[in-house]
């Protein structure tokens, strides 16, 4: 079982950054991948990136073009979500997701949090 707890949405402006946490709560985090996905008004889910727990590997969606970065920080089991230089493109719902035992499926589910970028 996991759950997830996510924090540091917000309202920005277009340029800005913004780093979202999201507080994973595991048995055990082998084989664990943390993922990031979004979405905007109207429009489907959309993968951010995602990184494997105990590797430290990412990988990102090609909309990101390096200006978002996933990283961990293992002591007290949070993952980030750094974005920086930021868009109104950008609005959307961002939800961390967890997959366990070196799954494919997203199986586990944040609440979410809103960030709005204005122009």
């Known amino acids: 079982q996991v759950s997830l707890v996510e924090s540091g949405g917000g309202l920005v402006q277009a340029g800005g950054s913004l780093r979202l946490s999201c507080v994973v709560s595991?048995?055990?985090?082998?084989?664990?991948?943390l993922g990031w996905f979004r979405q905007a008004p109207g429009k489907e889910r959309e993968f951010v990136g995602d990184i494997r727990w105990t590797s430290g590997r990412t990988n990102y969606a090609d909309f990101v073009q390096g200006r978002f970065t996933i990283t961990t920080d293992n002591a007290n089991n949070t993952a980030y979500l750094q974005m920086n230089d930021l868009t109104p493109e950008d609005t959307a719902v961002y939800s961390c997701a967890a997959r366990v035992a070196w799954s494919t499926t997203f199986k586990y589910w944040g609440q979410g949090t809103q960030v709005t970028v204005s122009s």
């Open positions: 595991a048995n055990t985090f082998g084989g664990l991948g």
